[in-house]
């Protein structure tokens, strides 16, 4: 063979190992870039429904919110209102000590109230029909310190109370 035929067919030869090369290249490439997008659309979807997922979470965390939020008011609601009537009782049981409309007693002790602790009653008297104990008509002050007394706990109670439904409500 010649020189001229030699060179020919390296050429032939390279130029068929460079076409080769090329097109195996290009085929991977074209392959590669198919796989890459097909898993990058996978991604995207796994993304899209994990973004959908806490999108939902979130409404209902909202929702849920929103009813604790409901029952809250409501109990403060509930909770004023029973103070408050609390509060008018109270005031009008003052009122009513205060201008003698109202008066507290106590019962006596039977040994106090019987003469001489003997256990037999005492009879009554002529101008008194009651039967039953002996009381004895608390001062006014004394009368009005003692609601005071019990306003407090009526306060106290109801705000425990209070406490008490925040702590369920909370806890459903």
């Not at 060179?7 to 080769?20: D, E, F, H, Q």
């Not at 009879?123 to 009651?130: D, E, I, K, L, R």
């Not at 004394?142 to 007394?149: D, G, K, L």
């Amino acid at each position: 063979m010649s020189a001229l035929g030699w060179r020919l067919a390296v050429l032939a030869l390279s130029l068929g190992a460079y076409l080769g090369a090329r097109g195996a290249w290009l085929w991977q490439d074209n392959h590669y870039e198919k796989a890459l997008a097909d898993q990058a659309g996978e991604y995207r979807l796994e993304r899209e429904g994990a973004a959908a997922a806490v999108i939902k979470w979130q409404a209902e965390e909202q929702e849920h919110r929103r009813g604790l939020e409901d029952r809250l008011k409501s109990i403060a609601g509930n909770h004023w209102k029973e103070m408050s009537d609390a509060q008018t009782t109270q005031a009008r049981l003052r009122d009513r000590l205060a201008t003698a409309d109202l008066r507290l007693s106590v019962i006596l002790a039977a040994t106090t109230a019987e003469g001489g602790g003997s256990g037999v009653p005492t009879a009554t008297s002529a101008g008194s029909v009651v039967h039953g104990a002996v009381r004895a008509y608390l001062d006014p002050a004394h009368a009005q310190r003692i609601i005071a007394i019990t306003d407090e706990g009526d306060r106290g109670l109801i705000a425990l109370q209070a406490c008490q439904n925040y702590i369920k409500a909370l806890q459903r």
